[in-house]
């Protein structure tokens, strides 16, 4: 009777690798072929997805994990932009793996600070405001803007700073609302322009 219920589990659970190992190899995302998918995504993040135009992002060495969820966003709505939006819906769930494994593996090129916001921009990066309850930026992003790939934090190192200032006053404004527990959101409505200028600065010069 045991060997027949141990013969039964183990037909199960082949049956059950048989079904699931396929989509987990599917779902892998491959490096040339997201090359070629990538031609689509040149004229605003270039080429190798280090963007020319300062409104659009680098994707270059970006977390793998943190573009998926991005274009996740974008496709199922929970994040909006009338060009990215468009795209992301043409997706598919392959092609987003290999998309974010391509650009993911790209180096990406370093950026300056402007000197007149340096200062500022460190202080509030490394140590936030207790005051004003703003948490450090260095507490989710590292100190030097490697972000975190276990948890999706973003690599934000040398990111163009027209880019981060608007997404940051997107989260004040609450019209970018794909933060887990509204963390950025609750960050970003403590900001004052000023202060969203100079941070976004200082992650542009970060290397």
Not at 178 to 183: E, I, L
Request: aromatic share 6%.
């Amino acid at each position: 009777m045991k060997d027949h219920l141990f013969a039964r589990r183990k037909a199960g659970l082949a049956l059950f690798l048989l079904l699931w190992l396929p989509a987990i190899a599917i779902a892998a995302g491959d490096v040339d072929a997201g090359r070629q998918k990538a031609v689509t995504c040149a004229a605003c993040h270039g080429p190798d997805g280090n963007s020319a135009n300062p409104e659009w992002p680098s994707l270059a060495g970006q977390h793998q994990k943190y573009i998926v969820k991005s274009l996740r966003d974008f496709k199922q709505g929970r994040r909006e932009n009338v060009l990215m939006s468009g795209q992301a819906m043409a997706l598919s769930e392959q092609d987003i793996e290999d998309l974010a494994a391509y650009f993911s593996a790209q180096p990406r090129k370093p950026g300056t600070a402007d000197p007149a916001l340096l200062t500022a921009g460190e202080r509030l990066y490394r140590g936030g405001d207790i005051e004003r309850g703003i948490s450090a930026c260095i507490a989710c992003h590292g100190p030097h803007g490697s972000g975190n790939p276990a948890a999706a934090y973003p690599v934000l190192r040398g990111q163009h700073a027209t880019y981060t200032a608007a997404q940051l006053q997107l989260y004040r404004s609450g019209a970018r609302a794909s933060d887990p527990n509204q963390m950025m959101r609750n960050i970003a409505e403590r900001l004052s322009d000023e202060d969203i200028q100079a941070v976004a600065s200082y992650i542009q010069g970060l290397r």
